[in-house]
């Protein structure tokens, strides 16, 4: 968990100044608690299935599968699907949030530290093609990700009731929680939208930001305008 706050110690006054820098450093622990949480529900649920698995609990007495993953998906599909998507969710969001820490870090070596962050990124974009390519279930990760609201939804309308408050905290914590990313998401748009700071966005503003994006994506794949493009 250090690592989480690791860019969040003291740093000079250009950078605390920054929001783009300040939106690189909240997005990296962002990231960094996701790893976490989904590490938690790996080990926890992966737990749970194993002892449920030496209890013989769950298992049909006459279950015949042609495979373990046959047997995982009709007895324990929750835990099966859980288990696959919070560890690639985790591992994804671990090897990005590392890229936006080596940008940071090697910040003062400018070619160096884009370098560094591409190569991260080289790494995510392989595992995604290799998990989507080699895929035993669900086809790929957003499906297997997609499977895994279906039967998490199922599992706690099932189980919701008054006297098991704990799914309604979920879907209120989560409604909550994504509420509040994209309304981050949303006003960091509108504050790159608004070219001239007046707390408006006219028809002009938006037209030159979207003819002006190709050239900025440009610059930005070169190391040449992010993060100061935007302060």
Known sequence: MKDAFVLTGTVP?????????????????????LTFSTAMTTIFIATHAIVSLQMGKGVSERCHA??????MKTNFAFEYVTVRASFMTGLLAFTV???????????????????????????????????????????GYLGLVREWAKLTGEMLLARAAFHHPMPIV????FALGMFCTLRVLFRTLFEQLDSDQDGKISFKEAVDFVAELPRRVWRSAAGQAWPSQFD
């Open 13 to 33: 006054d250009d950078i605390r100044a920054s929001r783009s820098w300040t939106f690189l450093r909240d997005t990296y622990l962002y990231l960094q608690l």
């Open 66 to 71: 042609s495979s373990l993953v046959v047997m």
């Open 97 to 139: 949030a590392q890229a936006l820490r080596a940008r940071f870090v090697l910040r003062q070596a400018k070619e160096l530290s884009w370098a560094a962050m591409y190569f991260m990124l080289c790494t995510v974009s392989l595992l995604f093609s290799y998990n989507n390519s080699k895929s035993i279930t669900y086809g």
């Open 170 to 173: 979920f879907g209120l914590s």
